[in-house]
């Protein structure tokens, strides 16, 4: 059975159905030196889980652990994305489910609703707030965090957009406004105010920031379901 292979067996299944590895990495966005690490028994980050899932179309819970259909079931409609929401709020606000595929459920939002340019799906999750010190957004609200934003990338030549971050601190996730990134260090906007801020470097008592803010809302504006293609009417 499937679900008792493990996941290097099953990511040399997709590698199969490729050209070579090279060609999977590359349609999956990674480099060949980090497939080949999955291959030999590394354990995979999500967003390579999820990129490598979309490459060689296969359900990431297959993917992930053997469980379910190996194709994706249902497929994603055109317009929309399949976005893994993480239930922070069974580990007290804490930063584990973001790295527990085991943990995701999948919501499915019109790209549209965003209104953010440039987006790449696979770089999207959707948590509930279980600690604001930001006005604009209240505990229990249902967020969309793009995680192109996040700690890997500070100290590199990517400015980094002011906004809402969902951060955390000694592994509790909270959200912050962030006035700026400069190097390795964040710039956060004290709460209630406008004028004070407070500096941190990324590492200090575990500061990381997971990406920012592009959608909040109390709830979603659909069912966490795929929508069904419409049927032409018959003349």
């Not at 490598?52 to 053997?66: F, I, M, Q, T």
């Amino acid at each position: 059975m499937s679900g008792q292979s493990s996941f290097a067996d099953r990511l040399i299944e997709i590698v199969a159905e490729f050209p070579s590895r090279a060609a999977l990495a590359k349609k999956a966005g990674l480099t060949p030196s980090a497939l080949q690490s999955y291959v030999e028994g590394a354990e995979p980050t999500r967003p390579a889980l999820v990129a490598l899932a979309r490459a060689a179309n296969v359900s990431l819970e297959w993917l992930a652990d053997g469980r379910g259909y190996k194709q994706p079931h249902p497929s994603v409609p055109d317009g929309y994305a399949a976005i893994p929401f993480f239930d922070v709020r069974k580990a007290g606000g804490y930063v584990y489910p973001l790295f527990s595929v085991e943990n995701a459920e999948f919501c499915y939002l019109k790209l549209e609703w965003l209104r953010c340019p440039d987006l790449t799906p696979s770089k999207l999750f959707m948590v509930e707030a279980t600690s604001s010190l930001v006005s604009e957004i209240h505990d229990g609200e249902l967020l969309v965090i793009d995680e192109s934003w996040r700690t890997s990338f500070v100290a590199s030549a990517l400015k980094f957009p002011t906004g809402i971050y969902l951060v955390s601190r000694q592994a509790k996730l909270t959200l912050r406004e962030v006035s700026s990134v400069a190097d390795d260090s964040v710039e956060l906007v004290a709460p209630g105010t406008k004028h004070r801020t407070e500096l941190v470097r990324v590492g200090q008592e575990g500061f990381t920031l997971h990406g920012r803010v592009i959608w909040h809302a109390r709830v979603l504006p659909v069912a966490r379901s795929v929508p069904s293609p419409r049927r032409r009417s018959s003349d």
